[in-house]
Every structure is written in structure tokens, then in C-alpha cells.
């Protein structure tokens, strides 16, 4: 049994001058980031793994994950393709995740990764990622390329401080 864990960066500032991608974490999304690491650490919920957006705002809250799991840097890859990611392009960068990982961490935006757990599970009662909140779901695929609509049971979601 596989395990694909979705969180959605923590609050970010404004949109400014600096554009959307270029967003830092505010202080509440930092506090939030690191709350739900430490919740999923709790939960013995440690992946393997992490796969962020390049975007300044999730690359900070998978560094904070990183850290919270104790997770060398290793375990850490930024891919551009999941910044703003719909689900399909979501699948298809897990796609590409090696098959010895059984724990994914995937670090990124809405409204596409609460857009995967309904294409993955979709009788699950969930409804959307507010910002630093996390989901998780279990898939008895052997590889991560053979994870496809409806092949995920949604296990549990949980937003920072709620």
C-alpha cells in the first residue's frame, strides 16, 4: 500500500511587484506550515519524499516539512511543473516517482491538489485545502505511474490549528 500526502503551502503575502511565483510565506503561513508538519510527524506520517512548486511560498513550507521530519536534503526535489498544477499534471510528475518510494509528500497549490483527491477518491467526503492544511490517501498501486482516477482511499485531512 502506497501513501500520497498533499499539502497545500501556508498563507502568503500579497501579490505584488514581485509576482504570483515569488510570494513569501507570511508569519501565519509559516506557523502553519510548521504546525502540520509536526502534526503529520505526530501521526507517524513521514514521507520518503517531497516533491514542491518551485514557487517561493511552497518551496518554504517543503523546507519546513523537511526539517520537521528530520529529512536529509535529498528527500527534497523542486519540480516547476507543479506550480499551478491541475491534477492531471499533478499525476504525471507522481508518475515519474521512484517505485521503492511508499510515502509521497507532494507540496503545492490549490485548487489542484484538492482537485487530485477528488479525481483519486471521489466518494471521499472531503472538500478543499484551506492554506497550510494537508490530505492523505492510501492506493494499492505497485507503481506510482499506475495511480489514476478513483485508484485512492482517502484516509484523513486535517487544516493547521482546526
Known amino acids: 500500500m502506497r501513501r500520497l ?6 498563507h502568503a503575502e500579497r501579490e505584488g511587484a514581485q509576482g504570483d511565483a515569488e510570494r513569501a510565506l507570511t508569519r501565519r503561513g509559516e506557523q502553519e ?3 502540520s508538519a509536526a502534526r503529520l510527524a505526530a501521526l507517524g506520517l513521514v514521507p520518503q519524499r517531497i ?5 517561493v511560498r511552497t518551496r518554504q513550507t517543503a ?7 528530520g529529512l536529509p536534503g535529498t528527500a527534497l526535489s523542486l519540480e516547476p511543473r507543479l506550480y499551478l498544477a491541475d491534477p492531471f499534471t499533478l499525476l504525471e ?8 518510494v511508499d510515502h ?6 490549490n485548487p489542484g491538489l484538492s482537485e487530485i ?3 483519486l477518491a471521489p466518494r471521499s467526503r472531503f472538500d478543499s485545502l484551506e492554506t497550510g492544511a494537508w490530505a492523505t490517501l492510501e492506493t494499492p498501486v505497485r507503481t506510482w505511474g499506475e495511480l489514476e482516477a478513483e485508484r485512492a ?7 493547521p490549528g482546526r
Open 104 to 109: 509521497l509528500l507532494v507540496v503545492g497549490h
Open 63 to 69: 523546507n519546513i516539512a523537511q526539517a520537521s521530519f
Open 117 to 119: 483527491v477528488h479525481l
Open 93 to 100: 510528475v507522481i508518475a515519474e516517482v521512484a517505485a521503492e
Open 51 to 55: 516533491l514542491a512548486s518551485a514557487a
Open 5 to 10: 500526502t498533499l499539502l497545500r503551502h501556508g
Open 33 to 35: 506550515a510548521w504546525s
Open 153 to 159: 482511499v482517502f484516509d484523513r485531512s486535517e487544516a
